[in-house]
């Protein structure tokens, strides 16, 4: 079974700071991996889709890797603003056949004015 | 378009009663997901379907919880009798197809059964 692991489950980071959140997995044998942010009572917006052929995918001040083999990934995130805070949650997209999502915990992160 | 919508946004019930929660996804999309996501557990899948189909509903904590997709463009999440443990938020997400594609996410229902 799947498992995805993110820590810290919180984090707090000074405004204009460069930052680095942290996913791992167990089952390295995944179609896909999304990083999503989640705002205090809303839904999740997805960030980044990682495709398991691809290294990495950037937009605009986010970049997140990929590394299948030592099953990890991370999301960076340049300059960091206020409006950056959130949770955010890294998911894996099993191989083969159906979709089902397995999501980690999430890391909280604020950063501070 | 104006995204996955969900009803109602909060819904606040009493032990035994049935409650009814209705997504409605983004048009074109052919993957439905409900998710239900609470402090303890996190995010969890409930069932999914594609092309109104539903292909894996191991998810379902009990058969007090059904799910059903009459056509592409609705869904309905039922929980009767409702349990003060089903309180949670439940989200509904849709992608262009079951594989490969971005999830996107309702706003979620905040249910609180007393």
């Known amino acids: 079974k799947q498992e995805v692991t993110q820590i810290p489950a919180a984090l707090s980071v000074p405004e204009g700071e460069n930052l680095v959140l942290n996913c791992s997995f167990t089952d390295s044998a995944i179609y896909n991996l999304q990083w999503f942010r989640q705002d205090p009572g809303k839904g999740l917006t997805s960030l980044l889709l990682?495709?398991?052929?691809?290294r990495e995918q950037t937009s605009g001040r986010l970049n997140a890797s990929l590394d299948k083999s030592s099953g990890r990934s991370t999301l960076y995130i340049a300059a960091s603003q206020p409006g950056d805070s959130a949770t955010y949650l890294c998911a894996v997209t099993p191989r083969g056949g159906y979709q089902k999502v397995t999501f980690g915990t999430g890391t909280k992160l604020q950063v501070i004015p | 378009d104006a995204g996955v919508i969900q009803s109602p946004r909060h819904e606040v019930t009493e032990m035994g009663q049935e409650v009814t929660l209705r997504c409605k996804p983004i048009s074109g999309h052919n993957s439905l997901f409900w998710y239900r996501q609470t402090m303890m557990r996190g995010l969890e899948l409930l069932i999914y379907f594609n092309n109104n189909v539903p292909i894996d509903d191991s998810g379902m904590p009990e058969d007090r919880f059904s799910a059903k997709m009459p056509n592409a463009s609705f869904s309905t999440l039922k929980i009767q009798p409702s349990e003060p443990r089903d309180s949670a938020v439940y989200f509904c997400a849709s992608s262009l197809n079951y594989a490969n594609e971005k999830l996107f996410f309702g706003s979620g229902t905040q249910l609180s059964v007393l």
């Open positions: 990682i495709q398991s052929s691809q």
